[in-house]
T-cell receptor
Framework: KAGVTQTPRYLIKTRGQQVTLSCSPI?????VSWYQQTPGQGLQFLFE???????NKGNFPGRFSGRQFSNSRSEMNVSTLELGDSALYLC???????????????FGNGTRLTVT | EDQVTQSPEALRLQEGESSSLNCSYT??????LFWYRQDPGKGPEFLFT???AGEEKEKERLKATLTKKESFLHITAPKPEDSATYLC?????????FGPGTRLSVLP
């Protein structure tokens, strides 16, 4: 069974630009969550989508947005990039949505975003 | 507020030297505790889910246990390929809260 696939693996952008990251979940998984990982803050939750609806949102500014398509694939967008947005962005899928609980998250290998 | 701490921050072991990693948590309603392994440049790899105090799960050289306030990841006779950062996470309601991780190095 194929795992979670994230593209691209690496991105270098300039401050002020915008970026779109893509995630394909494990087949049959309808919940997709996005996390930001930095050395100082660890894993921080961005948002979760289930059946094309945003179910939960973390404490990030409105520059961070996402969406989910009918095939469960998801994208996240960051507009007006800042230097502090440099991080590893991880996508995770799970079989059940988090409202029902108890189902582990399965992560992709992430997109490494560097903002210069 | 939900909180997850892990200790030690880093651990160096000789090959074959068994040890335990600790994950302490404070949540109002635990729906699951999860252990992950993360290698440099990769995403976390799921290892175990524990749901209730007293539960244990085992996989090769790893054994995870759960009490009402903490979880332990026991590593028996580790090998160099067990070197990685080990993360624990708790689910409280809809939210997953991750600990900062323990960086394990196993020397040959």
């Amino acid at each position: 069974k194929a795992g979670v696939t994230q593209t691209p693996r690496y991105l270098i952008k300039t401050r002020g630009q915008q970026v779109t990251l893509s995630c394909s979940p494990i087949s049959g998984h309808r919940s997709v969550s996005w996390y930001q990982q930095t050395p100082g803050q660890g894993l921080q939750f961005l948002f979760e989508y289930f059946s094309e609806t945003q179910r939960n949102k973390g404490n990030f500014p409105g520059r961070f947005s996402g969406r989910q398509f009918s095939n469960s694939r998801s994208e996240m967008n960051v507009s007006t990039l800042e230097l502090g947005d440099s991080a590893l962005y991880l996508c995770a899928s799970s079989y059940l949505d988090t409202l029902r609980g108890g189902s582990p998250l399965h992560f992709g290998n992430g997109t490494r975003l560097t903002v210069t | 507020e939900d909180q997850v701490t892990q200790s030690p921050e880093a651990l160096r072991l000789q090959e074959g030297e068994s040890s335990s990693l600790n994950c302490s948590y404070t949540v109002s309603g635990l729906r699951g505790l999860f252990w992950y392994r993360q290698d440099p440049g990769k995403g976390p790899e799921f290892l175990f889910t524990l749901y209730s105090a007293g539960e244990e799960k085992e996989k090769e050289r790893l054994k995870a246990t759960l009490t009402k306030k903490e979880s332990f990841l026991h590593i028996t006779a580790p090998k160099p390929e067990d070197s990685a950062t080990y993360l624990c996470a708790v689910q409280d309601g809809q939210n997953f809260v991750f600990g900062p991780g323990t960086r394990l190095s196993v020397l040959p």
